[in-house]
């Protein structure tokens, strides 16, 4: 096994990465506005913004999910415990001992064990009680009609907003996360580019230069 | 005396007089004075510095006077042209001559027979109301309110406004008389016709009654026509003693609006008058404040006439556009009554309305004479009344913020049978409602505020016999007892022979004066901490609510997040500096 340059995050895949980040963003941004944290502009206009953004993000998580689907991404967010404790070690203690990252790259696992988990997490937990509880919100005019309605908005808003801030503290995380490695832009260059290092097998190596040359860089 | 040195001691007589009664008026406790509305404009300063003094009684002198008529839309769809099958001038029932109100009716009743049977049914004419869902005894003739207290027993004054000739005593008046139906007050067209209280009670009106024209008969009884906005008006606009007093959203500004003052009513909109809303059909009118309907869930179809004064019966169910944000507003429509996002002010137009009345000041004399004081100046540069001898001290407002309450349509009334507490202030109609409550929805109300006279013995509402030429009327002899004692036997009613001052709010639901569609309330003029809607409790509304708990946890989250990274980091830092040293 060897390290070379190989494209793992395909053309879809980043502009879904910074289309979510921007819709995120923007969602976070005019959500505690409405939230009363702060008034940056007219509630209806911050309200028209939260839709339009909340909506075109679960447009593009249905082509996500799609993608995933159909070309086999999905394995990438297999949970695995095979290295986890190894990756959890390393930010906890051998970060700042200067050693190096335990996890290398692979062909079909270009997450290290702790990512794939955080991001299945993010992707089965968090969206979906952000999405089910925000077109609740949304909706709520549909399923008021009656006597349920003064409490039960209520605990749509209460568990809508905590994930709000659930999001937030991922979002630093993750930010933070980039500056771990040789540098901060190591880290953000392959979403940018899509290619990053990867310890490849002789097959995979092989398959690559064969059948798909563009992908693999000495 | 020469005229500047009465001037002076006039002054100062007049000054002296409103600074006693300011020191008269308690402090509201902080428990009921939260949702009192903001009165804006009024004037502290002493009366006398402003208006003049006026001696005598003069109540409801607008409706004895001649007023400019409006061309409003009667029937929608005639904007241009009367397309009336009947010209009334050239008929020859109606050639006269006549010298009475009750001969013209007889004249009408000839070929229109079965309008007289139809309007003896109406309210204007009965001035009674039986809510069959409270099982209460309604409407003008029994009802105690928080502006002149009483109709019934006073009929000689307040009978001026009944639609009828004659409402002198409701005890012995012949309500199955239908040539005594007053056909004039409603459709005539000249804008000469008036009417003056049934009696002349005491001495001291007598002005009220001076260098009235006389009316011609032949000419008014030509001109009928369905009645416009001066028609309705004349005593609509000036219910509870003068213009705009009692409703907030009913004034002389109505007349000739603008699209600012109403834009259903504007001149230079759609005109409409009053009865393209209240729409009827024989004589019975739709729009009752005694049983509104606070949620108009018929689904109409284009054409199918609706026998409803609501929003509702003209924009449906759903009357925002359908774009992103007409979608939300009309997810809105279900808990929110249209009135609250497009009435957002009442009493526009330079018209104040009324919102404080203290009676405990009610028998102040000059030289032994009743009197009023003119301390406050409305927007169309007119004065009010802030000191009447027979009535008290009033507060006005104009531009007024509505407060706003959960309703479902129902009003539970304090009536002179009703015992209450008299510690705490009396709701002379309590409105029913709340946000877990279906078929209530968030309403805009004006609050009346008025210290009046109960009785201490019994803790009820009392009436008072106001108007008379006797040595009881409290119009012209100043005397609380005397005048409660009368009134409340007149009806064989309990009275202890004691009575004190209790506080009363009344709402009037606000319903009219719609602002054009540019003024309608903003979002944020709810959805706010600190918004319209803050005195309201018992459900979640979006930008003005939050959890606590929720908000501590979610920001304790994020910061210490935000200071393990930054720690995870400075370690960093550190360590590997001092790693690179050794």
Known sequence: MSLYKVKVFSRFERFWHWTQALLIITLLFSGFAIHGFYHPMSFEKLVWIHIIAALSLITLWIFAIFWHLTTGNWRHYLPTTKGLWKVARYYAWGIFRGEEHPYKKRFWHKHNPLQALSYLGLKMGLFPVLWITGLAYLSYGFWSQGPLTASSLQWVAVIHTLFAFFMAAFIIIHVYLLTTGHSFKEHVMPMITGYDEVDLTDAERSYLEQDEPGRIIE | MDRTAFASQAGARSWVIPFLLLLMVPASPDSYAKDTPKIENIIDEPAGNRGGIELGIKEYEETAKKRPVDKSVTKLGEKEEDKSTTDHSKLEELKGPFSSGPEVTKACLKCHNKAGHQFIKNKHWTWKYHNPKTGQDLGKSVLVNNFCTNAAGNEGMCGQCHAGFGLKDSRTYDFSNEENIDCLVCHDSTGTYYKLPPTRGNKACAVLFEGKPAIDWVKVAQSVKLPGRNNCGACHFYGGGGDNVKHGDLSSALFKPTRDIDVHMAEDGENFSCIICHVGEGHQWSGSRYAPIAKDTT????????????????????????????????????????????????AKGGVATKVHWDWRTMGRLKNGEGFREEGYIQGNGEPRHTYKSIKGSFKYAEHVKPIYRWFNGTEIYTTVHDKFDPSKPVEINHLEGGPNDPDSRIWPFKKMVTIQPYDKGNNTLVYMHLWGDDKDALWGNYKFDRAIAHGMKDFNLPYSGEYGFVETWSYWPIVHMVAPKKDALACQECHAREGRLKALSGFYMPGRDHNEWVDRLGILIVLATLLGVLGHGFLRIILSASRRKS
Request: with cysteine.
């Open chain 2, 299 to 346: 689904k109409g179809k284009p054409g199918l006439p609706r026998q409803t004064a609501t929003c509702e019966s003209c924009h449906g169910q759903q009357p925002h556009p359908t774009t992103l944000m007409g979608i939300k507003l009309n997810d809105h429509t279900d808990r929110v009554a249209c009135e609250t996002c497009h009435i957002p002010e009442f």
